[in-house]
């Protein structure tokens, strides 16, 4: 089975961070650079769900985009 996933890539001083959209619980992973950071949690994507089974992908209806958003929050 091949599903395509939102993947969310962070650019870090210390190299990058990934992470998808989509899936319940926490998948990640990290590289130096943005493709091995890709590549990483790809593998990670694919073991999580060998692991737990397709229920951990949420719903049917697709994510269509993903935004990025600032805001300032009172703490």
Sequence with gaps: MTKAFKIIV????DGYVAYPLGLKGV????GDTYEE????VKSAISFHIQTFGPDVIEGEEAILEAFIAEASVGV
């Design 10 to 13: 962070e650019k870090h001083s």
């Design 27 to 30: 998948v990640v992973g990290q």
């Design 37 to 40: 950071a890709l590549a990483d």
